[in-house]
């Protein structure tokens, strides 16, 4: 079991900057890609970014050019650097920790979210 905690997340100006960080509870987690998703009231929870292990990463059409996320793995921890933030980007962000082993079963953690505001 892996537990996510998610920090950073407020209420923020339309062209502010935040930083959301996700602590993880495991000793191996740089086996897991680690992803942040965000959910907005009366929507359907959305990819925002993944990062590999390795440190690869992929983001949504919505934050390319204006999030970047990274990780530390000697720190078990995961960051979303969030600038030229707009108001449709207010959400609650999830941490989540995917892991898929050599008999194709996944592991699949999420944390308890963090509220992003943006407005003025």
């Known amino acids: 079991q892996v537990q996510l905690v998610e920090s950073g997340g407020g209420l923020v100006q339309p062209g502010g900057s935040l930083r959301l960080s996700c602590a993880a509870s495991?000793?191996?987690?740089?086996?897991?890609?680690m992803g942040w998703y965000r959910q907005a009231p009366g929507k359907q929870r959305e990819l925002v970014a993944t990062i590999t292990g390795g440190g690869s990463t992929n983001y949504a059409d919505s934050g390319k050019g204006r999030f970047t996320t990274s990780r530390d793995n000697a720190k078990n921890k995961m960051y979303l650097q969030m600038n030229s933030l707009k108001p449709e980007d207010t959400a609650v962000y999830y941490c989540?920790?995917?892991?898929?082993?050599?008999?194709?079963?996944?592991?699949?953690?999420w944390g308890q979210g963090t509220q992003v505001t943006v407005s003025s």
């Open positions: 989540n920790a995917k892991y898929t082993d050599a008999t194709i079963f996944t592991y699949n953690y």
């Open positions: 495991t000793s191996i987690f740089s086996i897991y890609t």
